[in-house]
Nanobody, 120 residues
Framework: QVQLVESGGGLVQPGGSLRLSCAAS????????MGWYRQAPGKQREFVAR???????DYEDSVKGRFTISRDNAKNTVYLQMNSLKPEDTAVYYC??????????????WGQGTQVTVSS
């Protein structure tokens, strides 16, 4: 069993900032990729950003230059710093992690989601 717990969502005005956190716990041998996805009302879940264990990062085009993903491997935690937020960033943000639970077993785990609302 692996649990991902997100925090840091909320209501912010356009142009503002938020920092999301996601901590993985449970039966963890190692954590590979960690990332963030989001789902706006009436839309499909979409990729936002990811960071692999070696530190390489990928971003969805609309968030490049505004969002920064980082991780603390010692804490099995991933962060998403979101700056210059726009109303179109409003969504439920989900943490995702590819976790090796043993040397030969791997699972894809999701958090429960945290609401981010950008509105004046």
């Amino acid at each position: 069993q692996v649990q991902l717990v997100e925090s840091g969502g909320g209501l912010v005005q356009p142009g503002g900032s938020l920092r999301l956190s996601c901590a993985a716990s449970g039966s963890i041998f190692s954590v590979n990729d960690m990332g963030w996805y989001r789902q706006a009302p009436g839309k499909q879940r979409e990729f936002v950003a990811r960071i692999i264990s070696g530190g390489r990062t990928d971003y969805e085009d609309s968030v490049k230059g505004r969002f920064t993903i980082s991780r603390d491997n010692a804490k099995n935690t991933v962060y998403l710093q979101m700056n210059s937020l726009k109303p179109e960033d409003t969504a439920v943000y989900y943490c995702n992690a590819v976790v090796r639970t043993t040397a030969w077993a791997m699972i894809n785990s999701w958090g429960q989601g945290t609401q981010v609302t950008v509105s004046s």
